[in-house]
Nanobody, 125 residues
Framework: QVQLVESGGGLVQAGGSLRLSCVASIRTFRTYAMGWFRQAPGREREFVAAISWIDSTTNYADSVKGRFTISRDIAENTLYLQMNSVKPEDTAVYYC??????????????????WGQGTQVTVSS
């Protein structure tokens, strides 16, 4: 059973930085594609970033491209999301997720079968 636990959320001023972490309790972390999604109040959950398992190829939503960076530490079973130049519209609950997809970088929720509990990020203007 895959368990994902996010941390690192909090309150940050616009223009600042934050790093989210997601620890996976699986020994086969290296064989899962991993992603970050977010859900703002009153809105549907949306894709933020993802990283493939086979070669660590990454993909980003246009809204965060150039500001956010997804990475993984396989030895520590940890996924990261470095958030720079944050904006008030980045305010949301951020979720990490695991996908068994072997090829490509999955960007759709339906391709992910395990989810963390979420961590709140609030960006003040």
């Amino acid at each position: 059973q895959v368990q994902l636990v996010e941390s690192g959320g909090g309150l940050v001023q616009a223009g600042g930085s934050l790093r989210l972490s997601c620890v996976a309790s699986i020994r086969t972390f290296r064989t899962y594609a991993m992603g970050w999604f977010r859900q703002a109040p009153g809105r549907e959950r949306e894709f933020v970033a993802a990283i493939s398992w086979i070669d660590s190829t990454t993909n980003y939503a246009d809204s965060v491209k150039g500001r956010f960076t997804i990475s993984r530490d396989i030895a520590e079973n940890t996924l990261y999301l470095q958030m720079n130049s944050v904006k008030p519209e980045d305010t949301a609950v951020y979720y990490c997720a695991a996908s068994p997809q072997i090829t490509g970088v999955p960007i759709y929720e339906a391709l992910y079968h395990r989810w963390g509990q979420g961590t709140q990020v609030t960006v003040s203007s």
